[in-house]
């Protein structure tokens, strides 16, 4: 099975960076998703790690760990509109489930100007 | 932009109806999946398909079902709704595993 850890909430300024943190537990992993969900909205794919190491995207970098089940993802100049939950979410590494994904709760980050 | 549609986008029904959510890729991606999601809480993955005439269940229980007659289209089916599957219903599709593009969600109200 998987099991996946995020804070809960984050407060952040408006122009400051901010780094979510996940930990995951799993018995099998094929690589790790960040998506950010605004309040009503349909998750979007904000970026993807299978090996180790930083992966940058605009003002959004995300750094994956297997070795220590880690990953963060890096929110640069934050802006009002980054105001959103930001889910983790493991991909299952064997037969069918390697195609699925596993969700964490999410962690709602709310910037204030 | 992703390609994927849900309808109705919100939906209250009575208890005991019969009802469908639909789903549609212009995608063509063969990876297709319904996830449940109560506000605040974390997508659990309730049903999925690989193909055509392929549908497995996810890992939450749910009394709803499936099909997968064509590549894009993946509606789900409650036989019975009870205000227990008062939820929002996301659909998703993926091409051989890479990320998955989300549908704009159906918001579903049981009475």
């Known amino acids: 099975g998987q099991n996946i850890d995020q804070p809960t909430e984050m407060t952040a300024t408006e122009g400051a960076i901010v780094q979510i943190n996940c930990t995951y537990q799993?018995?099998?992993?094929?690589?790790l998703f960040w998506y950010q969900q605004h309040a009503g909205e349909a998750p979007t794919f904000l970026s993807y790690n299978v090996l180790d190491g930083l992966e940058e995207k605009g003002r959004f970098s995300s750094f994956l760990s297997r070795s220590k089940g880690y990953s963060y993802l890096l929110l640069k100049e934050l802006q009002m509109k980054d105001s959103a939950s930001y889910l983790c979410a493991v991909r299952g590494l064997s037969g069918a489930g390697s195609y699925q994904l596993t969700f964490g709760k999410g962690t709602k980050l709310s910037v204030i100007p | 932009e992703a390609d994927i549609y849900q309808t109705p986008r919100y939906l209250v029904i009575g208890t005991g109806k019969k009802i469908t959510l639909e789903c549609s890729q212009t995608m063509g991606h063969d990876k297709m999946y319904w996830y449940q999601q109560d506000p605040g809480m974390e997508l659990h993955l309730i049903h999925y398909s690989y193909g055509v005439n392929s549908t497995e269940k996810g890992d939450l229980s749910s009394e709803s079902t499936v099909s997968r007659i064509r590549t894009e289209h993946f509606p789900l089916t409650l036989e019975s709704a009870r205000p227990s599957h008062t939820s929002q219903y996301l659909c998703?599709?993926?091409?051989?595993?890479?990320?998955?593009?989300f549908g704009p969600g159906t918001r579903l109200t049981v009475t």
């Open positions: 998703a599709s993926s091409e051989s595993g890479l990320e998955q593009y």
């Open positions: 799993t018995s099998g992993f094929n690589g």
